[in-house]
């Protein structure tokens, strides 16, 4: 099974300021990489498939990159709402999910 | 938009089997390259990937949870669901449908709001 670990596992920043999460693979996934945002109440939603693509509707702000066992996703000037869990995943091998970042308001 | 939400007894004694239906909305569960499927999140710990089914009925499981898992589809009520088997303490948690794309382990780019289900006497 392929292990994803995130860190940070908690990340406390201001609005405005830049977020940089990092999630690796226990061995490569190529870049077959996504990102997912939780929030109470609500249901999750896509943010990043295939390491760097965008999902529909997403703002700009969000950057994926990385491949191989590196990832990183990059909020650009936290919005409030931006105040989230940000769970990775893969499916180069089944699926599985990282233990999640969970962005807190400083 | 897409919406899917889950439904089903909160509440599951053990050795029973835990029942959840997801109902599909704004789409249809017979469209070409979506596969539906099911997540979970014990308490404090990951997700878990459970499994999916095509509408055709063909159904990719998650091995770590053996034969306890079933899925099943209706497209005549838009809905798919989910039976787990001699449940234990070590399945409650919050159980997610979902809509995964293109391949059997394709993104997942609609999620439900998630249903919290407990296993207790």
């Known amino acids: 099974e392929i292990v994803l670990t995130q860190s940070p596992a908690t990340l406390s920043l201001s609005p405005g300021e830049r977020a940089t999460l990092s999630c690796r693979a226990s061995q490569s996934v190529s870049r077959y990489l996504a990102w997912y945002q939780f929030k109470p109440g609500q249901a999750p939603r896509l943010l990043i498939y295939d390491a760097s693509n965008r999902a529909t509707g997403i703002p700009a702000r969000f950057t994926g990159s990385g491949s191989g066992t590196d990832f990183t996703l990059t909020i650009n000037g936290l919005e409030p709402e931006d105040f989230a869990v940000y769970y990775c995943q893969q499916r180069s091998s089944l699926l599985t999910f990282g233990g999640g970042t969970k962005v807190e308001i400083k | 938009q897409l919406q899917l939400q889950e439904s089903g007894p909160g509440l599951v004694k053990p050795s029973e089997t835990l029942s959840l239906t997801c109902s599909v909305s704004?789409?249809?569960?017979?469209?070409?390259?979506?596969?539906w499927g099911w997540i979970r999140q014990p308490p404090g710990k990951g997700l878990e990937w459970i499994g999916n089914?095509?509408?055709?009925?063909?159904?990719y499981y998650n091995p770590s949870l053996g034969s306890r898992v079933s899925i099943a589809v209706d497209t005549s009520k838009n809905q798919f669901s989910l039976k787990v088997s001699s449940v234990t303490a070590a399945d409650t948690a919050v159980y997610y449908c979902?809509?995964?794309?293109?391949?059997?382990?394709?993104?997942?780019?609609?999620w439900g709001q998630g249903t919290l289900v407990t296993v207790s006497s």
């Open positions: 089914i095509y509408y055709s009925g063909s159904t």
């Open positions: 704004d789409g249809s569960i017979t469209s070409s390259f979506y596969y």
């Open positions: 979902a809509r995964q794309r293109g391949y059997s382990y394709g993104w997942i780019d609609y």
